[in-house]
């Protein structure tokens, strides 16, 4: 019988990753169960797809609280009745303390519009477009103390182009990220992610092609 991991997902907006992750659920594709969703937002759009699905909603909104501590202690509250395994950060928009962290070491997830370590942060399609990179893309990661510092799980790349702008990236990026923030929380429900040091390691992993890729394309060779 194949275990179900108990997610817990923080939101902040519109929660495109929630649907992905709630779509690859219904369809049979991700061994996982969302026990609660948390959104420090009460304008999110989260919401609706979460009733939609019925699926539990909490506002936890961090302008009642004076203290970020005391913001994360009542998330990590909720979270833990919820009986929570995998805490997964899908455009929540909040640093977490070392509080939440502590609560639940390597079991927190996070997905980041751009392929780290480049471009950490805020606004990180507009920085790749206006750098001038050839490549962009997303990764998903375990968080850690640091801003979007931590191991590396997975990552997709996707191609720059010259008429590009924050937008039209931003688009392309968030389709990759409909894949590889499910495929990531699979692997973890497996029980095939290993953390050593900085690396993440996949057990039972397919053999890597390698398929260099050229952008612009290549006239000499």
């Known amino acids: 019988m194949k275990k179900v991991l108990s997610l817990g997902i923080l939101v902040s907006g519109s ?66 009745s919820c009986g929570v395994e995998l805490v997964v950060m899908a455009g929540f928009m909040r640093i977490l303390t070392a509080c939440f962290l502590s609560s639940f070491p390597m079991r927190i997830m996070n997905i980041h519009p751009a392929l780290l370590p480049a471009f950490p942060g805020l606004h990180v399609q507009r920085k790749a477009v206006e750098y001038g990179v050839r490549f962009s893309g997303c990764t998903v990661h375990f968080a850690d103390d640091g801003v979007d510092t931590g191991p590396i799980i997975i990552q997709a790349v996707v191609p720059v182009y010259e008429d590009d702008d924050e937008v039209s990236l931003a688009q392309r990026i968030l389709k990759e990220e409909h894949k590889i923030y499910p495929q990531a929380i699979q692997w973890y429900a497996e029980g095939r992610l290993e953390v050593r040091g900085r690396k993440v390691r996949l057990r039972e992993a397919e053999a890597l092609i390698s398929t260099p890729q050229y952008n612009p394309s290549l006239t000499v060779r």
């Open 15 to 80: 929660g495109s990753n929630l649907q992905s992750i709630i779509d690859h659920i219904e369809s049979g594709k991700l061994d996982a169960v969302i026990k609660v969703v948390i959104s420090n937002s009460p304008e999110a759009y989260a919401g609706e797809r979460c009733r939609r699905h019925d699926i539990p909603f909490v506002v936890v909104n961090h302008m009642d609280f004076p203290l970020r501590d005391d913001f994360d202690q009542h998330m990590i509250d909720i979270l833990q």
